[in-house]
């Protein structure tokens, strides 16, 4: 059923197609360096490799994957073990130098363990995927379009144009489909996102974006734009009891 995803499919970056509010970023901080709070927060959509060393923890990537199983089922009960890399930081090293070049102390994030990145298609969709094991996860679905296909009269982005969203994570993540989101789409820009459903330690948040290379320019290909799926895992918050607080959501979340 998983395929590995052709590399040159993988997004890289993206942009939202018009204005829309700075409310909309919910981060102030001045530094720009990947962090977890700018994973789970913000307008991204996709997700990109972590920027360190990859490293070789057999067991952290069965864990990975047992973890991602449990949440979310459907696509993600398959093997997930031969996508999935693991990495010291999110930060690369030469991010880390340019900052520090500039004469700024930073404590950079350190994983428990790892974070993760993993990869693979359900043609047409494609999923990428950036997180920390019992901490955070950061789930990308995205379906490539065409500017025609994603964005209507005025250069508007299209609305749903793959699709709603219920009937794609009730098979690609049913664990997610099977939670009492509230909707809170109305309280966003309609070209930031078309859907925005939350609970206590997830989100779920998709719109149209258009698609950028790594330096930051207009992707060249015929397949300049996409339709995303955002999902978000965050259970830091609240800290106490984390570990119980998890294992009863995923408990709840398969059963």
Known sequence: MLMPLVPSDRIEEEMIIG????????ITAALEAPSRDRLLRGTRISVSQPGGNQISIPEVARQVAKELGKLFGGWFRCDLTPYINLYDSLVSQQVKEYYLSGGMTIQWEEPEKAFY?????VPPWQVQAVGEPEIFHAIFIG????RTEAVG??????THPAG????LLAQAAPGIARLALADRTTEHASNVFDTYLVDDAFTVKAGVRMR???EGNVFPGEHAYFY???INVDFRH???HRINKKRKICYKVIN
């Open 238 to 240: 609240p800290s106490e």
């Open 212 to 214: 950028l290379n790594k």
């Open 153 to 158: 009269k005025g250069g508007h982005p299209l």
């Open 228 to 230: 995303g799926i955002r």
């Open 117 to 121: 990145y993993m990869d693979f298609s």
């Open 19 to 26: 204005i829309y509010p700075f409310s909309e970023m919910q």
């Open 164 to 167: 709603a969203v219920e009937p």
């Open 143 to 146: 379906h490539l379009h065409t």
